[in-house]
C-alpha cells in the first residue's frame, strides 16, 4: 500500500518534514532530521526509478480523482531519472551540510535553514513528479521562493542583492509561464499534460498557441539560465553558502530544463515546436553562444565560486544544444550531461565549501599552495575539473561523446567543431586553478589552513567518485537517459 | 481591431507592460516590487477575465440550465495571489536586510557600494 | 599465467607501484629498489606475450563497457607489442638511470618523480595493446596527464609555462581533432574496432577521408607534426631521466604508434593507396623531416638539439605510415625501435653531461671528451645511429623507409631521407667532435662554481648513469644484427 502512493510521498515526506524542522530548535536536532528525511526521499526515488524502468510509465492521481479532472502525477523514465538525480544531490549535500553551514550561519537560523532545504526538496520533487503544468507552476514557485530564501541566508551581504536579483528575474519568468499556461488553458480547456498535447493538437496554428509558446519558452529559459537570460546565476551561486550553491547547481536548473523538454517535446510535440517553428534554430546558436561566452568569462574570474557558475551556465549552454538537436541521441546527450553535470558540479562546489570552511575565502589569491595543505579536497577538485574539460574515465567525457555524436548524425559539422572547441576554454580556467594550488607555496592564509573535517571530505568524494564511476562505466546512465529520450521523442498526445 | 470585447486584454497589457517597466527601470528595490506586483496582478486579471462567460453567473449551483462562469480560472488565481503575497513579502523581507546592511535601497547606491568593497 | 592475465598484470604492475613508492617514499634506496623490481617483472610480463604474437595468436582481452556498444579493450598485435616491449624494457633502463640522476643533481621531491612516471608506464602499454579507437583515446589522454607532473617537475616559472604548452598543444589537438576523428570514424563506421584492412573502406568518400586522415594526423600531437611540435622543446624543460624516456621513447612514441596504428587498422594500406589520401601527409612529414632538422643545427643547446632531432625523426615514421607501401609500414614500426635507442642514449648522455660538468650548451662542451669518454662514446654510437650508419640499428629502419619510398613511386622522399642523413650528421657530429678534438676552454668562462671548472682527467657521470647509456648504445649495434627478428614479427600487419 505503501508503494502504491510512492509517487505522492515522494513529495509529502519533505513537505511535512519541513515545519518539524522550525520545531526543532537545537540546530544539531534540525539537521538530523533532515538527514534522515533526505535519506528516506532518496530510497524512495530509487524504488521509483526501479517501477519505471521494470515496469514503464506509473500515473498516480491525488486523492484518486481522475484525470483530467484531477491533478495526477505522473513518472516516466525521463522524470524518474531527474527526481533520482536530486534526491541524491540532496541527500549527500545535507551529508556534507552540518559543519558548512553551523559556521556560515547564525546559530539561531539554522533550523530555519533546513526548513528552507527541506521545502525546496519538496519543489524541486514536485516538479518534477507531477503531470498538471499548474500543479507545476506551484511547485516551481515553491521552489523558487525558498531558493530565495537560502541564497539570502548567505554570510555575505552581497548575498542579499543577489538574492532580491533572482528573485525580480524569478518571478518574472515564473510569470510569463502563467500567461503561457493561462493561455494554453484558453485554447484546450484542460491543465492536464496528456490532455493538454491531445487537445492542442487541432488549435496549434492559432495566435494564442504561437504566444503561449513564447511566453513558455522565455520564462522557462529564465529559469534554467539560458544566455542571455542567465544574468542572475553568477551572483546567486557565488554569494550564496557554500551548501546552497552545491544543491542549487546541480538540481534548479536542471528540473527547469526538464520542465522544457517536458513542454516543447511532450505537449507541443515536435512536428511543431521544431519543424514548424524551428525552435532548434533558437535553441543551438544560444546554446552555443552561452559556452563560449561564459566560458571565456570564467576565465577572467577571480572567485573561484563565480568561475564554476559561469561554467553551470555554459554546461547549461551544452544541454540546450542536445536539445535542440531533435533526435533521440541529442537528448540521451542532455539527459546524461543533466545526471553528469549536477554530480560534477555538486563535487566541484561542496569541495570549495570546504576551501571556505577552512580559509574563509574563494578567491583564486588565497588559494596558493593549497594543495599541499588540503590535498584530499584539492584532489576532489582536480577530479571535477579533469571532467569539465572531458578528459576520457570521467563523466564530462560521456556528455561530450553524445553531444558530438547526436550533431554528426544530424549532419551540423560546424557544431560539432564548436563543441569541442568549447571544452578547450575550460582547460584554461581549469589550469588555472591547479597551477595556484599546486605549484605555489601555502602563503598567508593558506599556510595555517588543515585539511577538511572527515563529514565533509567523505560526501564530497562519494561525488567525485561517481564522476569516475559513471565516466568509466556509462551504461546505466546512457542507458537510462536512452529510455528517457526515446519516451520524449515520442511525445505525450497519444 | 478596438473591439470593446477585448478590452479586458487591453488592460492586461497595459498593466502587464506598466508592471514590468517598472521593474526594469526602477533604481529603488521597493518601487521594484510594486511593479512585479503590478506585473503579477495583470495576469491574475487575464485569468479571471476569461473565466467570464458572456451571461454567466457565479458557479453556485442554481437550478437546470443556469450558465455558469468558469470556477476553475478562480481557483487557479487564489492559489497565483497567494504565490504574489509570498514573494511579496520575502522581496519585502530581503529588502528590508538590505537596508540593514547597507543603510539604503537605492539600486545604484548598493552598487557602487559592492564595487568599491 | 594465461596471455590475458599477462596483459591485465602488466598494465597493472607499474600501476600498482605507484601507492607502494607514494608510502616508501621516505626511504629512497627502497623506493628506487622497488622501482627497478617493478620495471623488470613489468617486462618480464610483456614479454611472455612475445611467443603468442609471433605465431600470429594475438592475445585479447575486453574488460568492460565503457559506453553501450564500445568497451576497453585490448588486443596484442605485433604493432602494439613492439612498442610494449620498447616502453617497457626500456623503463627499467630509465629507472636506474633516474636514480643516478635524481640523486647527482640532488633533486627534490624524487617520490613524486617515481610515481608519475610508473603511471605513465602503465598509460603508454594501454596505449600499446589498445583493441579499439576509444581504449587508444583513453590512455592516450591518461599518457598526456600523466606525464605532465614530470614535465613540471623543476616547479620553476619556467617549468609551469613549459607546462602550459605542452599540456595546451598536446590537450586542444586532441580534443579538437582527434576526438572528432575518432567520433566521426564511430559514426561513418558504425565501430571503433581496429580491424586488419582498416574499417572505412566505404564508409566516407574520398574528399572527406582527406580531411579524416588530417584530423587524426593533426590531432595526435604526440606525433609532433609541424605546425603542432612546439611542445617538444617546451617539454626540454624537464629533468633528463623525463625528456629520456617520455620525450625520446614513451611519450613520442605512442604518438607516432597511434599514427601507424590507425593508417593501418582504421584507414587500411589499399585504401590509403587507391585513393590516394595520404600524399598531402607526405609532404607534410616530409617538410617537417627538414624544417626540424634544420632547427635543431640553430640550437646551442644540447637538449633543444635533441628535442628537434626527435620532432624530424618522428616525421620519418609517420612519412613511412603515409607512404602505405608494406616496406615504408614496415621501415616505420623498425624505426619506433631503432630510434628509441638511439635517441634515448642521445639524452642520457645530455643528462651525464648536465650533472657531471653542468654543462647544458653544445658551444660549452669543448674538449669534454678527456673527461667523459665512455659519454662521448656512447654518443657517437647513438648518433651514427639516428644518422643511420651501419653497423647501427637505425641504417636498417632507414633503408625500409627509402625502399618503401621507392615502392611507393614518390621518388622525392628518397631525397628527403638522403638530405635528413645529411642534416642529421650537420647537428649531431659535431658534439662529439667538438668534445674529442678541441682543446677545452680556458677556465674563466665564468658559468658554474669554481670547484666544477676543468676538471682534468677522468670525471665521468655517476655509474648509475653511465652503465644505462652504454647499454643502450650497444643496444644500438646489437639491433642491426638482430634487425630480423623485429621485421619478422612486424611483418604481419601489411598482409
Known amino acids: ?494 | 481591431m478596438i473591439t470593446v470585447g477585448l478590452l479586458n486584454y487591453w488592460v492586461v497589457v497595459v498593466l502587464m507592460m506598466v508592471g514590468f517597466y517598472i521593474v526594469m527601470a526602477s533604481r529603488n528595490l521597493i518601487k521594484k516590487m510594486v511593479g512585479l506586483s503590478l506585473f503579477q496582478t495583470s495576469v491574475f486579471i487575464l485569468y479571471i477575465t476569461m473565466g467570464k462567460i458572456s451571461g454567466g453567473t457565479a458557479p453556485i449551483l442554481a437550478g437546470p440550465g443556469t450558465t455558469y462562469s468558469n470556477p476553475l480560472p478562480h481557483v487557479l488565481i487564489l492559489t497565483a495571489i497567494v504565490v504574489g503575497v509570498a514573494t511579496t513579502a520575502l522581496g519585502m523581507a530581503i529588502i528590508v536586510r538590505i537596508k540593514e546592511a547597507y543603510g539604503t535601497i537605492e539600486e545604484d547606491e548598493i552598487r557602487s557600494m559592492d564595487a568599491n568593497s | ?495
Open chain 3, 1 to 495: 599465467m594465461s596471455p590475458e592475465t599477462s596483459i591485465l598484470v602488466s598494465l597493472l604492475l607499474p600501476l600498482a607501484t605507484c601507492p607502494v613508492i607514494g608510502l616508501v617514499g621516505s626511504r629512497p634506496n627502497v623506493r628506487d629498489a622497488i622501482s627497478f623490481i617493478a620495471g623488470l617483472l613489468t617486462f618480464g610480463t610483456v614479454l611472455t606475450l612475445l611467443p603468442h604474437v609471433q605465431l600470429g595468436v594475438y592475445p585479447a582481452l575486453s574488460l568492460f563497457e565503457i559506453l553501450p556498444g564500445v568497451s576497453l579493450a585490448f588486443r596484442v598485435e605485433p604493432l602494439g607489442m613492439i612498442f610494449g616491449l620498447v616502453a617497457s624494457g626500456l623503463w627499467i633502463v630509465t629507472g636506474v638511470y633516474g636514480v643516478g640522476y635524481m640523486r647527482g643533481h640532488h633533486e627534490v621531491d624524487q617520490t613524486r618523480f617515481f610515481f608519475f612516471f610508473a603511471f605513465a608506464i602503465t598509460a603508454a602499454l594501454g596505449v600499446a595493446y589498445a583493441a579499439n579507437l576509444l581504449t587508444l583515446f583513453v590512455f592516450y589522454e591518461l599518457l598526456t596527464l600523466s606525464t605532465y607532473p614530470l614535465v613540471t617537475h623543476a616547479r620553476t616559472p619556467e617549468a609551469l609555462r613549459g607546462g602550459r604548452i605542452y599540456l595546451g598543444i598536446l590537450l586542444s589537438t586532441s580534443v579538437a581533432f582527434l576526438l572528432l576523428a575518432v567520433l566521426w570514424t564511430y559514426f561513418a563506421a558504425g565501430t571503433l574496432d581496429f580491424t586488419p584492412g582498416g574499417i572505412l573502406a566505404g564508409k566516407v568518400d574520398t574528399p572527406a577521408l582527406y580531411v579524416l586522415l588530417g584530423l587524426f594526423a593533426f590531432g595526435t600531437g604526440k606525433a609532433a607534426l609541424m605546425p603542432f611540435h612546439r611542445w617538444l622543446p617546451a617539454a626540454m624543460v624537464a629533468p633528463t631521466p623525463v625528456s629520456a624516456l617520455l620525450h625520446a621513447v614513451a611519450v613520442v612514441k605512442a604518438g607516432v604508434f597511434t599514427v601507424l596504428k590507425v593508417l593501418v587498422y582504421v584507414f587500411g594500406i589499399d585504401l590509403l593507396r587507391d585513393t590516394g589520401a595520404s600524399v598531402w601527409l607526405m609532404y607534410v612529414a616530409g617538410g617537417t623531416v627538414l624544417m626540424a632538422s634544420l632547427v635543431a643545427m640553430t640550437k646551442d643547446n644540447l637538449k633543444a638539439r635533441l628535442a628537434y632531432s626527435t620532432i624530424s625523426q618522428l616525421s620519418y615514421i609517420v612519412l613511412g605510415a603515409a607512404l602505405a607501401t608494406p616496406a615504408a609500414i614496415l621501415g616505420g614500426g623498425m624505426h619506433i625501435v631503432m630510434h628509441a635507442f638511439g635517441k634515448i642514449t642521445l639524452f642520457f648522455c645530455a643528462g651525464a653531461i648536465n650533472v657531471a660538468l653542468h654543462k647544458t650548451e653544445i658551444s660549452d662542451m669543448r674538449g669534454i671528451g678527456r673527461q667523459m669518454p665512455f659519454t662521448m662514446f656512447a654518443f657517437i654510437i647513438g648518433s651514427l645511429s639516428v644518422i643511420g650508419v651501419p653497423p647501427m640499428g637505425g641504417s636498417w629502419s632507414k633503408w625500409y623507409l627509402a625502399l618503401g619510398a621507392v615502392d611507393s613511386g614518390q621518388l622525392v622522399f628518397v631525397g628527403v631521407l638522403m638530405v635528413s642523413s645529411l642534416l642529421n650528421i650537420a647537428y649531431l657530429m659535431p658534439v662529439p667532435i667538438r668534445a674529442f678534438f678541441s682543446t677545452p676552454a680556458p677556465a674563466s668562462t665564468g658559468h658554474g662554481d669554481g670547484s666544477h671548472q676543468d676538471h682534468e682527467g677522468l670525471h665521468e657521470a655517476p655509474l648509475l648513469m653511465v652503465v644505462p647509456l652504454l647499454f643502450t648504445a650497444l643496444g644500438c649495434i646489437v639491433l642491426f644484427f638482430f634487425a630480423g627478428p623485429v621485421y619478422r614479427l612486424l611483418e604481419p600487419i601489411v598482409h
Open chain 1, 1 to 494: 500500500m505503501f508503494l502504491q502512493h510512492l509517487p505522492i510521498l515522494q513529495i509529502i515526506v519533505p513537505l511535512m518534514a519541513a515545519p518539524v524542522c522550525v520545531l526543532l530548535r537545537r540546530r544539531e536536532r534540525s539537521w538530523a532530521f533532515a538527514l534522515l528525511v533526505s535519506w528516506v526521499v532518496f530510497a524512495m526515488s530509487v524504488l521509483l526509478l526501479q517501477r519505471v524502468l521494470l515496469e514503464g510509465t506509473i500515473i498516480y492521481s491525488l486523492g484518486s480523482w481522475p484525470a483530467p479532472w484531477g491533478i495526477e502525477y505522473r513518472i516516466d523514465a525521463v522524470n524518474a531519472f531527474v527526481v533520482f538525480l536530486v534526491a541524491l544531490i540532496g541527500a549527500v549535500v545535507l551529508l556534507y551540510a552540518p559543519r558548512s553551514v553551523f559556521s556560515e550561519l547564525p546559530e539561531v537560523r539554522c533550523n530555519l535553514f533546513f526548513t528552507a532545504y527541506l521545502l525546496c526538496l519538496t519543489g524541486l520533487m514536485g516538479m518534477a513528479t507531477t503531470g498538471d503544468v499548474f500543479n507545476l507552476f506551484v511547485f516551481l514557485e515553491i521552489s523558487s521562493l525558498t531558493s530565495y530564501a537560502l541564497i539570502a541566508s548567505g554570510p555575505d551581504r552581497r548575498a542579499l542583492r543577489a538574492s532580491y536579483q533572482y528573485l525580480v528575474m524569478g518571478t518574472v519568468g515564473a510569470t510569463f509561464y502563467v500567461i503561457g499556461v493561462g493561455l494554453l488553458y484558453m485554447m484546450t480547456g484542460t491543465l492536464n499534460m496528456v490532455d493538454l498535447a491531445e487537445r492542442l493538437q487541432p488549435v496549434l496554428m492559432t495566435r494564442t498557441v504561437l504566444a503561449a509558446f513564447a511566453f513558455l519558452v522565455v520564462g522557462i529559459s529564465l529559469k534554467l539560465a539560458l544566455f542571455p537570460l542567465h544574468l542572475w546565476l553568477p551572483n546567486a551561486y557565488a554569494y550564496a553558502p557554500s551548501v546552497v550553491t552545491a544543491f542549487l547547481a546541480a538540481t534548479a536548473t536542471k528540473v527547469s530544463i526538464y520542465v522544457f523538454v517536458r513542454f516543447f517535446y511532450g505537449i507541443f510535440g515536435t512536428a511543431y515546436a521544431f519543424d514548424t517553428l524551428s525552435l532548434g534554430g533558437f535553441l543551438v546558436p544560444l546554446g552555443l553562444a552561452g559556452i563560449f561566452v561564459a566560458s571565456l568569462v570564467a576565465v577572467f574570474q577571480t572567485n573561484i565560486k563565480r568561475m564554476l557558475a559561469y561554467s553551470s551556465i555554459a554546461q547549461v549552454g551544452y544541454m540546450m544544444v542536445g536539445v535542440g538537436l531533435v533526435s533521440v541521441s541529442g537528448l540521451t546527450a542532455t539527459l546524461v550531461h543533466l545526471f553528469n553535470h549536477a554530480v560534477m558540479k555538486c563535487a566541484l562546489f561542496l569541495a570549495m565549501g570546504c576551501f571556505i570552511l577552512r580559509l574563509g575565502s574563494c578567491e583564486l589569491e588565497d588559494l596558493r599552495g593549497i594543495g599541499k595543505r588540503m590535498p584530499v579536497t584539492m584532489a576532489a577538485f582536480v577530479a571535477g575539473g579533469l571532467s569539465l574539460i572531458g578528459v576520457p574515465l570521467t563523466v564530462g567525457f560521456i556528455s561530450k561523446w553524445y553531444l558530438v555524436l547526436g550533431a554528426l548524425e544530424r549532419g551540423w559539422w560546424p557544431v560539432a567543431v564548436l563543441i569541442l572547441l568549447g571544452s578547450l576554454i575550460a582547460v584554461v580556467y581549469v589550469w588555472r586553478v591547479v597551477e595556484v594550488a599546486y605549484f605555489h607555496e601555502p602563503t598567508g592564509k593558506t599556510a595555517a589552513a588543515t585539511e577538511a573535517p572527515l563529514s565533509m571530505l567523505i560526501p564530497m568524494w562519494l561525488l567525485a567518485g561517481a564522476t569516475f564511476y559513471f565516466g568509466i562505466s556509462a551504461t546505466f546512465t546512457s542507458g537510462v537517459a536512452r529510455r528517457g529520450a526515446e519516451v520524449l521523442m515520442a511525445g505525450l498526445a497519444p
